[in-house]
């Protein structure tokens, strides 16, 4: 039991490093050119030098959406992560982990929200792309999808023994 908890604990902690990576580096779409590797994320653009992303008056309600929904998700997973360090110290034998589940769960929302919107707003359409891909905060984002529903899961079925 003590291996599994250790286990759910590193791998929520990596969530928590990957949700902060995936939001603060600006490498979300990218476009591999001949003139260089320009890339966008949510807040800058970034070819040799960093600049404001440049969003239409029509997308940036979307964008300001996903900022905050992946800063959200930031949020309820630091909550969940503590609410599991003091739940394992307080709880009694047989008890359940479920307000961490549930945080986490809430967590696992937001990266769904905040990721769905971006793919549908933001995916292929940038006008100064020719040849766009996703970066890798695009992909770490959907990693902190799938580990945080996972983690959510485990925490609600989960039992301090």
Known sequence: MLVLLAGIFVVHIATVIMLFVSTIANVWMVNSSVSGTISSGLWLMCNKTCSQLPVSSRDE?????VQAFMILSI????????????????????KRFYMTGAVM????MCILIAVSIYT???????????NPHHGYCFILAWICFCFSFIIGILYLVLRKK
């Open 61 to 65: 309600a979307s964008l300001k959406a």
């Open 75 to 94: 949020i309820f997973s630091v909550v969940a992560l503590i609410l599991f360090i003091i739940q394992l110290f307080t709880l009694e034998k047989g």
């Open 120 to 130: 549908a707003r933001f995916t292929g359409k940038r006008p100064y792309f020719t």
């Open 105 to 108: 769960l809430v967590c696992w």
